[in-house]
Antibody, heavy 121, light 110 residues
């Protein structure tokens, strides 16, 4: 079965950096787009970034453009999110999710439990 | 302020039916498929409906989805206490070049 396991969360000071990882198993990782979705405390789900199956294209929510970079290593079945210039409002549980479909017909069929990122001084 | 508008909360008695609306615009729901997710904070969200009205295997037919114009609706019949959760709609927004979620709806089964 599909399994997604996030890691790398923790406490970081404002302006700092952190790299999240998502280890995938149970499916052909290199065939699927992958995404990061977050939930801030007391808030709803927010899509953060997505990357095509081969890494050739990536998309970001406006609030993280220029600060976050999504990438993947298909040889290691692993998705990454490099986060820099972190702000208090980036505090959230970050989930990775497998994408099916492309753009307007896309959706997420499998999700990880999430990893907590806390930005605080 | 979410791009997609959902009611903050809905409630109904066990066994009853509830609907959750999701309102958008021509740049998102009007031109893209809608999906729906069930989420309990601290757990992995779960896909309930994709491509407006399709259910993944394992999702009971008590859950249904529909779309008309720039709005979508999730329906849940035969409510159970285990259905208490937050529900989110999502779609692609071509103006933003981004996927967007509704603000979420908390379902209470009284």
């Amino acid at each position: 079965q599909v399994q997604l396991m996030e890691s790398g969360g923790g406490v970081v000071q404002p302006g700092g950096s952190l790299r999240l990882s998502c280890a995938a198993s149970g499916f052909t990782f290199s065939s699927n787009g992958m995404h990061w979705v977050r939930q801030a405390p007391g808030k709803g789900l927010e899509w953060v970034a997505g990357i095509w199956f081969d890494g050739s294209k990536s998309y970001y929510v406006d609030s993280v453009k220029g600060r976050f970079t999504i990438s993947r290593d298909n040889s290691k079945n692993t998705l990454y999110l490099q986060m820099s210039s972190l702000r208090a409002e980036d505090t959230a549980v970050y989930h990775c999710a497998r994408g099916l479909g492309v753009l307007s017909d896309g959706y997420w069929d499998s999700w990880g439990q999430g990893t907590l990122v806390s930005v605080s001084s | 302020q979410s791009v997609l508008t959902q009611p903050p909360s809905v409630s109904a008695a066990p066994g009853q039916k509830v609907t959750i609306s999701c309102s958008g615009s021509s740049s998102n729901i009007g031109n893209s498929y809608v999906s729906w997710y069930q989420h309990l904070p601290g757990t992995a969200p779960k896909l309930l409906i994709y491509e407006n009205n399709k259910r993944p295997s394992g999702i009971p037919d008590r859950f249904s989805g529909s779309k008309s114009g720039t709005s979508a609706t999730l329906g849940i019949t035969g409510l159970q206490t285990g259905d208490e959760a937050d529900y989110y709609c999502a779609t692609w927004d071509s103006s933003l070049s981004a996927w967007v979620f509704g603000g979420g709806t908390k379902l209470t089964v009284l």
